[in-house]
T-cell receptor, first 111, second 110 residues
Framework: DAGVTQSPTHLIKTRGQQVTLRCSPKSGHDTVSWYQQALGQGPQFIFQYYEEEERQRGNFPDRFSGHQFPNYSSELNVNALLLGDSALYLC??????????FGPGTRLLVL | GDSVTQMEGPVTLSEEAFLTINCTYTATGYPSLFWYVQYPGEGLQLLLKATKADDKGSNKGFEATYRKETTSFHLEKGSVQVSDSAVYFCALGYTDKLIFGTGTRLQVFP
């Protein structure tokens, strides 16, 4: 049983560019959440998708957007990248009120 | 708003020593409480959880008890190993999101 998978593992972009990160949830999970983890910090909640809709959103600007597909996989898009967007982006999947399980993350560096 | 406070690290211990990592929380509702562990270069792994007051979560020799009266969820292990070296995150959660502490780095030396 595959766990949560994310792609790519690493990414380098320049300021002002746009980036798309991808996540496939654990088998049987229908809910995907995205988190940003800056260096030396705890993860910060970006948003959660369920039934292809954004269900909850954290304190992140509109430059951060997402999508969930009918097969429950998800994308995180960040527009107009800033240096401060450099971080580890974590995807977590869950089902109902069950525990969130995390993927290995995508490390984004913005130069 | 809801928040989690963890003791600052790093925590440095010799192998077989007793471990305590303190975690306190502030919550407006009735969250579940979690400990996640992050090994270098990896994502987060669930270590243990507790869903209501007085519940004890345990896994791999680690344990933590959900204390509503002291709003705490301290992580303990009786005898640490070098392989336990990692960053440990305390978190509170509802259905929609998790709120994490800043993490505590544990270093165990032989």
């Amino acid at each position: 049983d595959a766990g949560v998978t994310q792609s790519p593992t690493h990414l380098i972009k320049t300021r002002g560019q746009q980036v798309t990160l991808r996540c496939s949830p654990k088998s049987g999970h229908d809910t995907v959440s995205w988190y940003q983890q800056a260096l030396g910090q705890g993860p910060q909640f970006i948003f959660q998708y369920y039934e292809e809709e954004e269900r909850q959103r954290g304190n992140f600007p509109d430059r951060f957007s997402g999508h969930q597909f009918p097969n429950y996989s998800s994308e995180l898009n960040v527009n107009a990248l800033l240096l401060g967007d450099s971080a580890l982006y974590l995807c977590a999947s869950s089902s109902g009120v069950e525990t969130q399980y995390f993927g290995p993350g995508t490390r984004l560096l913005v130069l | 708003g809801d928040s989690v406070t963890q003791m600052e690290g790093p925590v440095t211990l010799s192998e077989e020593a007793f471990l305590t990592i303190n975690c306190t929380y502030t919550a407006t509702g009735y969250p579940s409480l979690f400990w996640y562990v992050q090994y270098p270069g990896e994502g987060l792994q669930l270590l243990l959880k507790a869903t209501k007051a007085d519940d004890k979560g345990s896994n791999k020799g680690f344990e933590a008890t959900y204390r509503k009266e002291t709003t705490s969820f301290h992580l303990e292990k009786g005898s640490v190993q070098v392989s336990d070296s990692a960053v440990y995150f305390c978190a509170l959660g509802y259905t929609d999101k998790l709120i994490f502490g800043t993490g505590t780095r544990l270093q165990v030396f032989p």
